[in-house]
């Protein structure tokens, strides 16, 4: 039986990797879509809090929002975007084991 807990976790996975796969495809970091993204990550965190971790939403939130707002270049640039991939990687993780 499909419930709603069912089809917003499959649609958050599918955003997720659609994020990774638009932080590696554009060079553009000026977009406002992974913020977008993160609404909807926090709306699912506040109706299942016992679904993802606070911790790795808030950093991965905070890393978006470092690379978003253009506050870092160079090597930390790309330290924080790799730190941002790898918490979305957690998050698909954890929706995966949620859902097995």
């Known amino acids: 039986m499909i ?3 069912w089809l917003s976790t499959c649609l958050l996975i599918a955003m997720t990797v659609g994020i990774i796969y638009f932080r590696y495809s554009t060079t553009s970091q000026d977009s406002n879509w992974p913020l977008v993204y993160y609404a909807f990550v926090v709306l699912h965190l506040q109706l299942y809090p016992e679904g993802l971790s ?5 950093a991965a939130i905070l ?3 470092f690379i978003r ?3 870092l270049a160079g090597w930390l640039l790309k330290t ?3 730190a941002e991939c790898v918490l979305l990687m957690l998050i698909i993780y954890r929706l995966l ?3 097995l």
């Open 69 to 71: 707002f253009e506050f």
């Open 97 to 99: 084991s949620l859902l």
């Open 54 to 58: 606070q911790n790795v939403v808030f």
């Open 63 to 65: 890393a978006a929002m």
């Open 3 to 5: 419930d709603g807990f």
């Open 80 to 82: 924080v975007q790799l």
